[in-house]
């Protein structure tokens, strides 16, 4: 089958690519991939959040809201558990940064450098782009949308998914299932081997 699009990166590439985020904003970039690998929002969702969206009374929230005006189609806002692995990149990169101060409650989760506005989603691919570079890691297929592939490719054989659609589409957030359909490219060698196996 010939895929078009991002590629889900494999839990070696997503360690590498951490490893290879480095530099003044090494923790602003990894927390940013990290939320991305483990929620499943697209880069725009994740760079329309504030501080005060992510971080209450000094600590992270359980569960993250994007706004509806921020989501693709604007159709509703969408709510996401954070997996305890974001988490901790979070609270990493919100006690170094002092962000967790009422007075950053406004500011963009993951700003730009010296500004309170939001890295834009060219930088963010730069960011994954180098260091995927730096880690000898492929650049084919590779961007920010990634981070939603990987999402995906995870939840789909998570056992409570077990490669239901309907459920994929509720994770990932779509209107219409034939959405999701494109999302499930990395479960072909799946299938073929559930033939081979039969």
């Known amino acids: 089958m010939n895929y078009k699009g991002c590629k889900a990166l494999t839990d070696e590439e997503v360690n590498k690519l951490l490893e290879g985020m480095t530099g003044r904003h090494a923790l602003r970039d990894r927390a940013l991939f990290t939320l991305g ?92 782009q180098a260091a995927a570079e730096r880690m000898g890691v492929s650049t084919e297929r590779l961007g920010t949308h990634s ?14 998914i077990s490669g239901d659609l309907c459920k994929m589409q509720r994770l990932l957030g779509h209107v219409n299932v034939n959405n999701t359909v494109r999302y499930v490219e990395f479960a072909s060698g799946l299938l073929e081997a559930a033939v081979l196996e039969a």
């Open 37 to 128: 690998v483990f929620s499943g929002f697209r880069v725009s969702e994740l760079l329309s959040v504030r501080v005060q969206d992510i971080c209450r009374d000094g600590r992270i929230v359980d569960s993250l809201t994007v706004r509806r005006e921020s989501m693709k189609g604007k159709w509703e806002a969408r709510t996401m558990p954070i997996h305890r692995t974001a988490k901790e990149a979070l609270e990493r990169y919100i006690r170094v940064e002092k962000l967790d101060h009422p007075f950053h409650a406004r500011t963009a989760l993951f700003f730009a450098q010296g500004k309170t506005t939001a890295m834009s989603a060219a930088h963010a691919w730069e960011v994954i």
């Open 147 to 160: 981070m939603r592939k990987t999402f995906a490719s995870r939840m789909w054989t998570n056992p409570r």
